[in-house]
């Protein structure tokens, strides 16, 4: 069973994990399992109240993991998160899924982890203040992107940010991931109950 690494910092976004964990379990057959991590072990609580007891701190990762998905919220501009720098830097290392969304892309532009892929993010400006991110050319103005294993999408994507990670962890066949993200984008009435 492959392990994904979900990053929730205090206040993080609720609806960005929620997607992305929910499609994981009903799509992947069994082959995935959700697992958080934090800073520390303690509760950290989501934007909309809804605490969360992480899985792993940064010190007792496992070392079998397919992804680390950084979830978007209000504390990636803290200097404490920067404690996540080393993860990220092995992930792209040896290869493995790295996906950020809203806030989180913004972090992997400050350390630099977005300069060998195109990507997207809320502002093209707030990366460029940066001096570690000299990718100007590789922002693309697309809701989510997918590109080298890295994974972006901006603050009003948490579908098309799913969707992404889906496709790169093969959570499902095309057909069912495309038929998971329409069903949820366009609506009960106008899109077929997805299988699963």
Same mark, same amino acid.
């Given at each position: !069973?492959?392990?994904?690494?979900?990053?929730?910092?205090?206040?993080?976004?609720?609806?960005?994990? +929620?997607? *992305?964990? =929910?499609?994981?379990?009903?799509?992947? $057959? $069994?082959? #995935?399992?959700?697992?958080?991590?934090? %800073?520390? @072990?303690?509760?950290?609580?989501? *934007?909309?109240?809804?605490?969360?007891?992480?899985?792993?701190?940064?010190?007792?990762?496992? =070392?079998?993991? &397919?992804?680390?998905?950084?979830?978007? &919220?209000?504390?990636? /501009?803290?200097?404490?998160? !920067?404690?996540?720098?080393?993860? *990220?830097?092995?992930?792209?290392? =040896?290869?493995?899924?790295?996906?950020?969304?809203?806030?989180?892309?913004? #972090? %992997?532009?400050?350390? &630099?982890?977005?300069?060998?892929?195109?990507?997207?993010?809320?502002? %093209?400006?707030?990366? @460029?203040?940066?001096?570690?991110?000299?990718?100007?050319?590789?922002?693309? /103005?697309?809701?989510?992107?997918?590109?080298?294993?890295?994974?972006? +999408?901006?603050?009003?994507? +948490?579908?098309?940010?799913?969707?992404?990670?889906?496709? +790169?962890?093969?959570? =499902?066949?095309?057909?069912?991931?495309?038929?998971?993200?329409? #069903?949820? @984008?366009?609506?009960?009435?106008?899109?077929? !109950?997805?299988?699963?």
């Amino acid at each position: !069973m492959k392990k994904i690494l979900y990053v929730i910092l205090e206040q993080w976004a609720d609806w960005e994990l +929620a997607y *992305i964990s =929910s499609a994981v379990n009903m799509l992947g $057959g $069994g082959k #995935f399992e959700n697992k958080t991590v934090s %800073l520390t @072990k303690n509760a950290v609580t989501s *934007i909309g109240g809804v605490k969360c007891l992480p899985d792993y701190d940064l010190l007792t990762l496992p =070392s079998n993991y &397919g992804a680390v998905i950084l979830i978007g &919220g209000m504390s990636w /501009h803290n200097e404490n998160a !920067m404690q996540v720098k080393p993860l *990220i830097d092995a992930c792209i290392k =040896s290869g493995k899924v790295v996906g950020a969304i809203c806030d989180a892309c913004r #972090f %992997l532009g400050s350390i &630099g982890a977005l300069n060998g892929a195109k990507h997207t993010a809320n502002d %093209l400006n707030e990366l @460029k203040q940066y001096s570690s991110y000299t990718n100007e050319q590789g922002f693309v /103005h697309r809701q989510a992107v997918l590109d080298n294993n890295v994974i972006t +999408a901006n603050g009003t994507a +948490a579908l098309e940010f799913a969707q992404e990670v889906l496709r +790169a962890l093969l959570v =499902s066949t095309e057909e069912q991931i495309k038929g998971w993200y329409d #069903f949820h @984008k366009l609506g009960f009435y106008n899109a077929p !109950m997805p299988k699963m």
